[in-house]
């Protein structure tokens, strides 16, 4: 049986999921606007994402016969000091969500809801795989803070952030292939 506590959390991760694909965009924007694509690109992807991950979760609970809520969101940071300032904002968000995922999977095992707590694990893994990639490059924004066009270089030369698609494993998504 799904736990209550457990759905209203998830409902509010949606949220949260959402949140941070507007502030990816905000950040995209503010990339383009600076005329600074491949960083733009990287936060396009991310926003993409992040929708994605909400997609996955509004799915589960309606796979779950619970009520999923589409909720609204807080509007995003528009604007930015320099390229590490939306880097290090995106690092911090990464970390937060990495915190409420991990408090997901916490009241799943604490209501022996075994189910919704294996759906956490790959949202879990991707966090860190998240964290590190913004790690990475907040390590090169701040490097290249006077020279934005090297983080440019960095991002064209390494592929850095770019998609390879759907894991296997990926929970599906709302309006997603069956």
Do not use: C
């Not at 090297?150 to 296997?168: H, M, N, P, V």
């Amino acid at each position: 049986m799904i736990a209550s506590e457990f759905v209203e959390k998830l409902n509010a991760q949606v949220a949260n999921e959402f949140a941070a694909e507007q502030q990816y965009i905000a950040i995209a924007i503010y990339f383009d606007d600076e005329t600074l694509p491949q960083l733009a690109a990287v936060f396009y992807q991310q926003a993409l994402e992040e929708r994605n991950h909400a997609m996955m979760m509004l799915q589960f609970l309606m796979d779950r016969g619970q009520k999923a809520i589409v909720p609204g969101v807080a509007s995003p940071q528009t604007s930015f000091a320099d390229i590490v300032e939306p880097i290090a904002l995106a690092l911090a968000q990464e970390e937060r969500v990495a915190e409420q995922i991990a408090e997901l999977t916490r009241v799943a095992r604490a209501n022996n809801d075994f189910i919704s707590e294996e759906f956490t694990q790959w949202f879990l893994k991707e966090q860190v795989e998240e964290i590190s990639k913004m790690n990475d490059l907040l390590k090169v924004a701040e490097r290249s803070k006077d020279n934005p066009l090297l983080a440019e270089e960095f991002i064209a030369r390494e592929s850095f952030g770019k998609a390879d698609g759907t894991e296997a494993d990926a929970p599906v998504a709302a309006g997603g292939p069956l």
